[in-house]
């Protein structure tokens, strides 16, 4: 498409979630005429019937829009729809980087909120003009002039240039759609140079292969041209080129300035790394854009099925799921107390649900997951250093030199009234507070330096409970730390399950193993047998408890010969113990496997 | 007195079967039964519904023609309810002439009837003697008057020590259930086994009460009428009836059911052994290896249907392999022999129930104990998610 490149605006969209991000996008479609009629559904560009009900971005959705403007000239709009999520961090960078415009949405009812700060700031490292939306403002709750002074706070903009906005009514679109032409910078670049292009996302179609999403720099890649990705060193051919609408279309190239896709045919999506530089073989650009990194996995839990049947179901919907997530990463594992099962590690905890509930939902898995853990990394007496993810599988303390395990930063905006509780859960949690400061006169951000393993166990949850849902929170990996850690064993029956092994700080061994068995008793249901519920720190019983068996417990008079009615029965019952999982001779709840969520500090 | 004993193990034991007939009628309805009964009825509806049984049998033998072949010998039939002695003697005399004896039967053939206690009398008892019935069970559930009352029961423990009496004097066979509930004390209990122990009974079922949504039981529990036991108490009673009866030389024999060496009900062990049945009248069920069946168990539709000369519209429960499998072995858990260890699932380890002393190993068998015995929904449960979970199908 022959545009001028001051023609040309690419933009992103920043926003809390349900900030009205998705909606606010749906507008625009509208009212440029991209989407019409049929295809106008809520959240247009969230595909995943996942996205569209927890209201989040999964993944990147490009899109391009033609819109005559007010001066009578011909733009065309590309807004790149971004992961919202902290998980998503390094893709929101790598799509941020794609850009030279952001709209940074704020709801105003709630007002800015940890993630909205947090991208903001990223926005800022990559010198993208700032457009200030206060959405929401059909809402009766509705506070714009409280939420623009915040935004004055926050980035310095006159009171005029924030824009007020109803997504939901399309009230104030027009406004911002000039504003977008008016503010971000068109893109620089020239068309004739050794091609530069930035991959921002990929995913991966069972046609034509793993597909990048690109935004160009510098020259012109056309259909047929041989590749070349840096990371990987890898070269391909451009089997498909073109410009995203809802669909893909084709076209013969793609020109600095422009955002669109190059379909490579690589069979898997991991190569095809985001944040990659994508270059011509004959004629490669000599370094690639900065920015490019391998995200690790912060996150790891084991996947087990509740039944081993379904062992090869959830090996191939794994392979699945990483065809189109390339920050999804599993490896096989077994556990005497689960059976066959992957230990798989992913990018933050929201990403781990994610996958949980599409492993349950699309492939209809019954699963069983192992409490979240975290990496740590082992110094060992022989002066090696090892990586341990999974707590069962971590040496004989004899072995031992020193165990670190992964420090956050965590970022907490919170109304004034609750920086107490705040403090406390983080301080309870092992925390460290760094700083503390006032955002206005009602909104407080606190930092503090958190083990991951105990963000990821439930201070999230925590948070949202002692704030009343008010607070939000951001964190960003930062060191390992040297700590006073122990394994903490449970053993039931005698012996010990792998599964609900965890680790913890030796002075909280004690507390936190009295508190589990506690929490056990009440989860494991009575059975026929008396069950024992231990906690040890190497071969010292911390703690223990019993689950008695069941008392009498005859009802079956199979009078009349009716056995049918038994039979039912036992088979009714069988269905409500899916999610039981029989270790030894006693039958354990899935949710006995995340009992450690669930204690109380 | 006479004793009819046990087959061998052989004989028959391919084409015997047995014959239910379920008699609806009560004179009064008691607070926990749950079973398809009415307290409403007549001569002229008591009258319908024998023609209505004899009719459903003629409908089930033209269905199923090998039901009347001569190679399948009934061996036992058995009329419950219901009460079965509200009947008329002479209906209850048409009623088997028009069932039992169009049937083909072994000579030995063992014919019982329930019978409570306030309906049976010498009169009835001979009647039924000379309609072929040779064993009766009465619904004694305890000889005190206060017990009594508490379960719903209409007659007293006068009556009830009568009636054990006449079925004694009448009766080759005689049966009695007890249960074990409210008011029960381990004394008293002891006490009226021993009693019915003297005057002849031979076979006994022992009953913890079960309380049945919908019963008047229940909403008495709910309103605090009545007031159950501990568990501790109920096992404490189920566990010294079983050993005193034994001191005696009543065995138990399954879960509920003790009874002298070879006076064991042949038909309710038919039904652990998956040995097929007939059952006719409403809420019958019958069993023909690889089916279930279940009659409907209102009256009026059952007796609509066969006036109409159909069979009522019975409930099928066809039984696949995996629920074979299952039935065998909880079927078999519940008798004394138990359950051979072949059978059980694979990866099911009987250390740890044999430790804490619910079963015990023997002659390849898993024997539930007087514990395992008071546990055995939770066992069979157990097991069952085991049979589940092995996929043998």
Not at chain 1, 211 to 223: D, E, L, N, P, S
Not at chain 2, 10 to 39: D, K, M, N, Q
Not at chain 2, 229 to 234: A, C, K, L, R, T
Not at chain 2, 272 to 280: H, I, K
């Amino acid at each position: 498409m022959a545009i001028d490149l001051q023609q040309m605006r690419n933009f992103c969209i920043i926003a809390h979630i349900d900030h009205g991000k998705s909606t606010l996008a749906d507008r625009l479609l509208e009212q440029t005429g991209t989407v019409m009629g049929k295809d106008l559904q809520a959240q247009v560009l969230d595909s995943m019937d996942l996205e569209r009900e927890r209201g989040i971005t999964i993944k990147s959705h490009p899109i391009r829009m033609m819109y005559d403007g007010a001066d009578g000239r011909h733009y065309m709009l590309n807004l790149i729809d971004t992961p919202g999520h902290v998980d998503f961090h390094y893709e929101v960078s790598r799509s941020l980087a794609a850009c030279e415009g952001a709209l940074l949405v704020v709801d105003a009812v709630q007002g800015v909120q940890a993630q909205t700060i947090n991208n903001l700031y990223l926005a800022l490292e990559h010198d993208l003009a700032i457009i200030p939306v206060i959405n929401k403002i059909d809402l009766p709750a509705a506070r714009p002039d409280f939420v623009a002074e915040q935004f004055i706070d926050l980035i310095g903009c006159d009171p005029d240039e924030i824009l007020m906005v109803s997504a939901k009514t399309g009230q104030g679109v027009p406004e911002l759609l000039e504003a977008i032409v008016a503010q971000v910078p068109p893109p620089q670049g020239d068309p004739e140079a050794v091609p530069q292009g930035l991959i921002f996302d990929s995913i991966f179609d069972p046609y034509v292969g793993a597909v990048a999403y690109v935004r160009m720099f510098q020259g012109t890649i056309c259909k047929g041209d041989r590749i070349r990705l840096f990371g990987h060193d890898q070269q391909f051919e451009v089997g498909e080129i073109g410009w995203f609408r809802l669909a893909r279309m084709a076209e013969k190239s793609l020109s600095a300035g422009e955002v669109g896709y190059i379909a490579t045919g690589a069979k898997d999506v991991r190569t095809v790394r985001v944040g990659d530089t994508v270059t011509l073989v004959d004629r490669p650009c000599s370094e690639p854009l900065p920015g490019y990194t391998v995200v690790k996995p912060m996150v790891f839990s084991g996947l087990y099925p509740v039944d081993n049947d379904q062992y090869d179901g959830l090996l191939e919907a794994l392979q699945k799921l990483q065809l189109n997530d390339a920050s999804l990463t599993w490896e096989k594992e077994t556990s005497a107390a689960l059976g066959f099962g992957f230990r798989c590690g992913f990018l933050g905890l929201l990403h781990m649900e994610i996958i949980q509930e599409r492993l349950e939902r699309e492939y209809d898995l019954n699963l069983i997951a192992t409490l979240p853990n975290v990496e740590y990394e082992l110094l060992l007496k022989t002066g090696e250093t090892v990586l341990v993810e999974n707590p069962a599988l971590l040496p004989d303390e004899r072995e031992i030199q020193e165990i670190r395990e992964p420090i956050v930063l965590a970022e907490v905006i919170t109304p004034k009234e609750f920086v107490g509780p705040v403090i406390q859960i983080s301080l309870e949690r092992r925390g460290v507070q760094r700083k503390m400061e006032y955002l206005d006169i009602e909104r407080v951000k606190l930092d503090f330096d958190i083990p991951l393993s105990e963000l990821v166990v439930d201070y999230y949850d925590k948070l949202k409970s002692v704030t009343k849902g008010y607070a939000s929170l951001d964190y960003e990996y930062d060191r390992h730390q040297v700590d006073d850690l122990v394994r903490l064993n449970i053993l039931i029956n005698g012996d010990e399950v792998d599964a609900l092994t965890c680790i913890v700080h030796r002075e909280n061994a004690y507390s936190w193993g009295l508190k589990l068995c506690q929490k056990l008793k009440e989860l494991i249901p009575r059975q026929m047998y008396a069950v024992a519920i231990q906690a040890a720190v190497g071969t010292r019983v911390l703690a223990r408890t019993t689950v008695k068996p069941y008392r009498k417990n005859v009802t079956a008079k199979c009078y009349g010969g009716d056995i049918t009615r038994k039979r039912k029965l036992l088979e009714k019952q069988k269905e409500g113990k899916k999610r039981m999982k029989q270790v030894g001779s006693v039958e354990i709840p899935q949710e006995a496997f995340l009992a450690v969520l669930k204690v109380e500090r | 007195m006479t004793r009819i004993r046990q087959r061998g193990p052989a004989a028959g034991r391919e084409r015997a079967a047995g014959l239910y007939i379920h008699v609806p009628f009560c004179a009064s309805i008691c607070s926990y039964c749950h079973f398809a009964r009415t307290a409403e009825h007549d001569a002229g509806l008591r009258r319908r519904y024998v023609r209505a049984v004899v009719q459903e049998l003629e409908l089930r033998r033209r269905a199923c023609p090998s039901l009347g072949s001569p190679g399948r010998r009934l061996a036992t039939c058995y009329l419950g309810g219901g009460t079965p002695s509200v009947l008329e003697p002479d209906l209850m005399t048409e009623l088997l002439a028009g069932t039992l004896g169009a049937l083909p039967r072994t000579g030995d053939i063992e014919v019982t009837a329930e019978a409570n206690p306030e309906s049976l009398t010498t009169d009835l008892a001979r009647s039924w003697r000379s309609a072929g019935i040779n064993r009766v069970s009465v619904g004694i559930q305890s000889l005190d008057d206060r017990v009594l009352r508490l379960l719903g029961r209409s007659c007293d423990a006068g009556t009830a020590r009568r009636a054990l009496q006449t079925a004694c004097r009448e009766f080759p066979r005689v049966a009695a259930d007890w249960i074990l509930g409210p008011g029960m004390t381990r004394g008293r209990l002891l006490a009226e086994l021993t009693e019915a122990v003297d005057l002849g009974v031979e076979h006994f079922s022992l009953y913890l009460l079960e309380i049945h949504p919908g019963t008047g039981m229940q909403q008495a529990v709910a309103a605090g009428r009545v007031v159950l036991p501990p568990d501790s108490e109920q096992e404490a009673l189920y566990l010294a009836a079983r050993e005193h009866l034994e001191s005696f030389g009543v065995h138990q024999y399954e879960v509920a059911n003790f009874a002298r060496e070879g006076a064991e009900s042949r038909h309710n062990r038919n039904y652990w052994r998956r040995m097929p049945y007939l059952g006719l009248g409403p809420g019958a069920h019958g069993f023909y290896g690889k089916l279930r069946y279940a009659n409907p168990g209102l009256l009026q539709p059952y007796l609509r249907s066969l006036a109409a000369g159909e069979l009522p519209a019975a409930t099928l429960d066809p039984l696949d392999l995996r629920a074979r499998r299952l039935e065998r072995v909880i079927l078999a858990l519940r008798t004394v022999q138990g359950v051979p260890v072949a059978w059980l699932p694979a990866g099911f380890d009987p250390g740890p129930g044999r430790d804490q002393g619910l079963w015990r190993l023997a002659d390849g068998r898993l024997q539930l104990t007087g514990r395992g015995f008071l546990r055995i929904d939770t066992i069979e449960e157990f097991l069952a998610g085991m049979v589940e979970r092995a996929r043998c199908g």
